[in-house]
């Protein structure tokens, strides 16, 4: 069993950056990549981006190319996902994620087939 845990969320302006962190426990040999979610008011929850733990391939959902930037450290167990020019409708709760399963493409892989999930960051950015 993974346990993950975010944090880093907040209230920021549009055009602002911020940097959020997952920390992970347990079972943690078990990872083969770690992935950012988030479900904005009303919607339903979507893929933002993951990073493949052994050779660090990264995948992004289009709607955040060239803003955010996920990264991972082995050693501390820990993902980041920076987050820069940041619009109003980023607003959502961020989710960290973990996934066993080695996949050509984190970007389309089934979120139940993510295993362990954080309890979630909110980030509001304001107009």
């Known amino acids: 069993q993974v346990q993950l845990v975010e944090s880093g969320g907040g209230l920021v302006q549009t055009g602002d950056s911020l940097r959020l962190s997952c920390a992970a426990s347990g079972r943690t040999v078990d990872i083969s990549a770690m992935a950012w979610f988030r479900q904005g008011p009303g919607k339903e929850r979507e893929f933002v981006a993951a990073i493949r733990w052994s050779r660090g391939n990264t995948y992004y959902a289009n709607s955040v190319k060239g803003r955010f930037t996920i990264s991972g450290d082995n050693g501390k167990n820990a993902a980041y996902l920076q987050m820069n020019s940041l619009k109003p409708e980023d607003t959502a709760d961020y989710y960290c994620?973990?996934?066993?399963?080695?996949?050509?493409?984190?970007?389309?892989?089934?979120?139940?087939?993510?295993?362990?999930w954080g309890q979630g960051t909110q980030v509001t950015v304001s107009s």
């Open positions: 994620a973990a996934t066993p399963y080695v996949a050509t493409d984190y970007a389309t892989l089934e979120q139940y087939l993510f295993t362990s």
